[in-house]
């Protein structure tokens, strides 16, 4: 039994709709590509999804029962593929960067906006400071990055 997200898809379209039409208009596929993606469909599955009149189709008991199923697959592949993508779950909390004075105004609004983006629940915190003073920072552990050039490393 082998089905794709898209057969659902198109077959919750079509239980929708109740034409063929109207459901192949909706998914931007031809009439007779939806013909075929639930033929194949009810095909994979061996139970017949639809009746078919002429001016358009009737669930049968056997896909009244499986479109709930059919809507609880794509809700649930869609919510994995957001949580992919949602970085704003994993990263939370305070960041302190320090930067040079010399490079606040150039890099801080780019990255700032990037990071805001990205990780809303994320507090970014700037302090300008020397080199010097920034090093120190990181050594007392008041600060956890630094964007710098020609540091030499020092345990």
Not at 2 to 23: G, H, N, V
Request: charged fraction near 25%.
């Amino acid at each position: 039994m082998k089905f794709t997200l898209r057969q659902l898809e198109f077959y919750i379209a079509l239980a929708e709709t109740l034409q063929i039409s109207k459901a192949a208009a909706r998914c931007h596929i031809s009439q007779s590509s939806m013909t075929i993606a639930m033929r194949n469909l009810e095909e994979a599955l061996d139970v017949q999804l639809f009746v078919r009149y002429p001016k358009g189709v009737k669930l049968t008991a056997e896909g009244e029962r499986f479109l709930a199923h059919a809507c609880n697959i794509i809700n649930s592949s869609r919510s994995a593929i957001d949580a992919l993508h949602d970085r704003s779950e994993i990263l939370t909390g305070t960041v302190r960067i320090g930067i040079a004075e010399t490079l606040s105004a150039y890099l801080i609004p780019d990255i700032l906006n990037d990071i805001e983006r990205r990780f809303p629940l994320l507090e970014i915190v700037f302090y300008e400071a020397t080199a010097p003073e920034l090093v120190q920072a990181l050594r007392e552990q008041k600060g956890r990055f630094l964007p710098a050039s020609d540091l030499k490393y020092q345990p």
